[in-house]
Structures are given as C-alpha cells and as structure tokens.
C-alpha cells in the first residue's frame, strides 16, 4: 500500500508565496513521476505540474514563471513552490504519485488527500 500526504497549504496574500510538499511512503520499487493537480468546487481537476524521475518538468501555462516543481528522490518527496499568487490560483492541491511495485511492471498511481490553497485579494 502507498501512501500520499501533502502539506503546507494555508491562507496567503495576494502576490505572497507558499511552498507545498507531497510526500510518498509505503511499499514500492521506485517512483516515476509526481504530479500536482488542483481543483475549485464545481471546475474540474486541472493539472498544474509535474516533475518526471529524470527531473524533466512541466508546467501548465497559467503558473509558468511563478510555479516551481522539485523533487527529493532520497525523502520520496516532491515541491510545489508558488510565487506571486492571484487569488485565481485558490483551490484545493493534489499531488499524484506515480510508481513501479516490479522493475518493469506497470505504472500505478495514488492520490494524496489534497490540501487548501486561499489566496486573498
């Protein structure tokens, strides 16, 4: 069983900063990528960004240049660090952890439990 716990949402400025963790336990070979995703009420899950094993990154377009993923593989941790926010970027954040249980078997993937992100005007 895997598990995945974010932290470090709270309640912030328009034009501040918070940084999000995601961190990944239980039993697995190796994890291949982790993702950050959000959501508002009655909007869908988007994807905001995601940081592959070989450290290859994505961002979606609406947090290029403010949003920073990174990741530590020896804690099984990854970051999410968010600079000048808008209060556009309120929403619950998600982390996906995406792993291997065999050297070659299939990807699976575990969701975290979210947390909250205001962002005041």
């Known amino acids: 069983q895997v598990q995945v716990a974010e932290s470090g949402g709270g309640l912030v400025q328009a034009g501040g900063s918070l940084r999000l963790s995601c961190a990944a336990s239980?039993?697995?070979?190796?994890?291949?990528?982790m993702a950050w995703h959000r959501q508002v009420p009655g909007s869908q899950r988007e994807m905001v960004a995601y940081?592959?094993?070989?450290?290859?990154?994505n961002y979606a377009d609406s947090v290029k240049g403010r949003f920073t993923v990174s990741g530590d593989s020896a804690k099984n941790t990854a970051y999410l660090q968010m600079s000048s926010l808008k209060p556009e970027d309120t929403a619950v954040y998600y982390c996906?952890?995406?792993?291997?249980?065999?050297?070659?078997?299939?990807?699976?993937?575990?969701w975290g439990q979210g947390t909250q992100v205001t962002v005041s005007s």
């Open positions: 940081i592959i094993s070989n450290g290859t990154t």
């Open positions: 239980g039993s697995f070979l190796s994890i291949e990528a």
């Open positions: 996906k952890t995406m792993y291997r249980l065999t050297l070659f078997g299939r990807i699976y993937d575990m």
